[in-house]
């Protein structure tokens, strides 16, 4: 018999079904460095940079939504750089998004340049028809942040390795819930748990997932020679945060589609990036992909002072950097230096009411006029 059940249900009573009667149907938090070890090593645990038990059990919960062997991080982009350390050697190419997250581009060029690896960009947008001909790893961003720019990831998939590199998709935007790279052909999939996974904007994770025993091993050897591990406390914060992420998501997602398009028609309003919506350049390719269209909007107003205006004037949103939180949050992205107008907005939807978000930020543009 096929179990239908879904990965959030069975994520959820993962734990319970493995318990002894007087066990703590909760995650404990196994606060130590070091283990009760008498004797030879035996594949016990004994030092927590090789394991913990409570990181453990948020991989296998990751490893539920992901289909996937799962190694956690203590950022996102310590999981991105633990795919670039595991696969990339000196006269290896490697092509990422011109228009995705500015760091991974600011690692390559630091780190990874300096010792022989060739680095090309491709616009998101043109990244199903790149020319993929020796590279030894493609990454891509899927929507991209912060332009939301979508692209067909079982096109980049088939044509990369046709041509012989791997497919790394970068799925923070959208996450397991959203969108499954893995099941569309990509060989690893990266996120920043810092985000929308662990939801509450308290905690700094990451992970990797792959479906390929090879790359696992090798992402999971760097993260014990480098020490890029998470401590315990962390980790359990992501686990209480899994344990609400389809529910968060949906009103988010909810959230984002509804402010959308309510900025759309607005004067004040030049330009709306959503795959949401169903006048997007990008919907119907996301439309194909995803399940929920994921919580950020995109939106471009007159100019830098009208910007720090609309968010200083909105009640509900936070001026912060990053998203996937529970409070909603904006910041003006040229700051950063993304090739973006000065005016460009990156919204984050958080999980209030969605008649109140609309007309907080409704009011905080009309405001501008």
Partial sequence: MID??????RLLHHRSQGLSKGEAVSLPIHATSVFHLPGEPDGSHFYAR???PTVEAVEAEIGILEGADVVCF???MAAIASVFYAVLRPGDTVLVPSDGYYNVRNLLSAQFAPMGVTVRTCPTANMAEADFDGCKLVQIETPANPGLAVCDIARVAERAKAAGALVMVDNTT???VCQQPLDLGADVCVLSDTKAMAGHSD????HVATRNADLYDAVKTWRRLAGAIVGPFDAYLLHRG???LEVRLARMNANALAVAEAVMGHKAVSAVHYPGLGNDPFHQVAKRQMNGFGPIVSFTLASQANAERFIAGCPLLSPATSFGGVHSSAERRARWGDEVPDGFVRFAAGIEPTGDLVAAVTQALDALS
């Fill in 174 to 176: 959208a996450t397991p």
């Fill in 50 to 52: 090789n394991g913990n």
């Fill in 4 to 9: 239908k059940t879904s990965a959030i249900s």
């Fill in 203 to 206: 905690v700094m994770c990451g």
């Fill in 74 to 76: 203590p950022s996102g």
């Fill in 242 to 244: 899994l344990e609400t």
